[in-house]
């Protein structure tokens, strides 16, 4: 069912760094692609969100990446903290679908 | 401003049992997703539910089934309980027009032993 599929499946990074999470997706149906964070013990929250007719999307330290052509996007996060340290998802979604397609997760790790 | 809440937060069942766990969606909205998250996985869509009826189905059997009520808040209902049934489960809220973000609760830990 899956056909979002997601990169690295874990990540260290060392505080102030940059963190990058990738996404790859099939269907070219899909015109919604958010990111979810996970604490855990806690439900996915939304992080940052992008349609495909813009390439990039800045909300605070969080950029998301958007290539058409590729069916490609990806995550960055900037000056990564210790409080960052979660699981995040990539998601997708078609116009007129309902059913969010989610990638397998990354877990991130922000070493102080 | 309350949020999406489940319940109850963790569960134990027994193999061929029946389950039902709830969710209150957040204010001011009419949309009700269910979504299973397998250990170490991303939540799979299970169905969703808007005025009351199913309106879209992900690939889960018919032991699975839920209901949405006038209050908008919402059951999902797992039959004859298999071992691999044992997961989070979440639910997410939404509005129906506009293409709303989901909002998702904490979800209900389901073992089955």
């Known amino acids: 069912q899956q056909q979002v599929k997601q990169s690295p499946q874990s990540l260290i990074v060392q505080k102030g760094g940059i963190s990058i999470i990738n996404c790859a997706y099939e269907?070219?149906?899909?015109?919604?692609f958010p990111w979810y964070q996970q604490f855990p013990g806690k439900g996915p929250a939304l992080l940052i969100a992008?349609?495909?007719?813009?390439s990039e999307k800045k909300e605070g330290r969080f950029t998301i990446s958007f290539n058409k052509s590729a069916k490609q996007f990806s995550l960055h996060i900037m000056d990564s903290q210790p409080g960052d340290s979660a699981t995040y998802f990539c998601?997708?979604?078609?116009?007129?679908?309902?059913?969010?397609?989610f990638g397998a997760g990354t877990r991130l790790t922000v070493k102080p | 401003d309350a949020g999406v809440t489940q319940s109850p937060t963790h569960l134990i069942k027994t193999r061929g049992q029946q389950v039902t766990l709830r969710c209150s969606p957040k204010?001011?909205?009419?949309?009700v997703s269910w979504y299973q998250q397998a250990l170490g996985q991303g939540p799979q869509f299970i169905f969703q539910?808007?005025?009351?009826?199913?309106?879209q189905r992900g690939n889960f059997p018919d032991r699975f089934s839920g209901h949405q009520f006038p209050n908008y808040s919402s059951e999902l209902n797992v039959n004859a309980l298999l071992l691999g049934d044992s997961a989070l489960y979440l639910c997410?809220?939404?509005?129906?027009?506009?293409?709303?973000?989901?909002?998702f609760g904490n979800g209900t830990r389901l073992t089955v032993t």
């Open positions: 204010s001011g909205h009419d949309t």
């Open positions: 997410a809220s939404s509005l129906w027009t506009g293409r709303s973000p989901l909002h």
């Open positions: 539910y808007y005025e009351e009826e199913e309106r």
């Open positions: 992008i349609r495909p007719d813009v």
């Open positions: 269907n070219t149906a899909f015109d919604y």
């Open positions: 998601a997708a979604r078609g116009y007129n679908n309902n059913d969010m397609r």
